[in-house]
Nanobody, 124 residues
Framework: VQLQASGGGLAQAGDSLRLSCAAS????????MGWFRQAPGKGREFVAALSASGLSTYYADSVKDRFTVSTDNAKNTVYLQMNSLKPEDTAIYYC??????????????????WGQGTQVTVSS
């Protein structure tokens, strides 16, 4: 499985960015897909996830109502739409795939495959 994250960049507070995660080797519409981020000097934290069924989404409180996770099964790609960006959203963002088909985990150790990360920098 290979996950290729893209779409990061520089933004100002209040701007929007859309991150993409293109997958090969597995069908994203079948597995749990998650987004995590790691800010400078901090550990990696859960941001959002899409259930294996594609019917449920989960978000960290810090991004709820601002970020939206979605999938395009035809392109085998997962997206993270980030609106109303804040400086505290600055981090390296990673997409990940979990083989857990029973529930949608938030712990990074439950994700088996990871993309390389894409940098998002938000200035005030």
């Amino acid at each position: 499985v290979q996950l290729q994250a893209s779409g990061g960049g520089l933004a100002q507070a209040g701007d929007s960015l859309r991150l993409s995660c293109a997958a090969s080797g597995r069908t994203v519409g079948v597995y749990v897909m998650g987004w995590f981020r790691q800010a400078p000097g901090k550990g990696r934290e859960f941001v959002a996830a899409l259930s294996a069924s594609g019917l449920s989404t989960y978000y960290a409180d810090s991004v709820k109502d601002r970020f939206t996770v979605s999938t395009d099964n035809a392109k085998n790609t997962v997206y993270l739409q980030m609106n109303s960006l804040k400086p505290e959203d600055t981090a390296i963002y990673y997409c990940a795939l979990s083989l857990n088909l029973v529930r949608t985990p938030r712990g990074e150790n439950e994700y088996a495959y990871w993309g390389q990360g894409t940098q998002v920098t938000v200035s005030s």
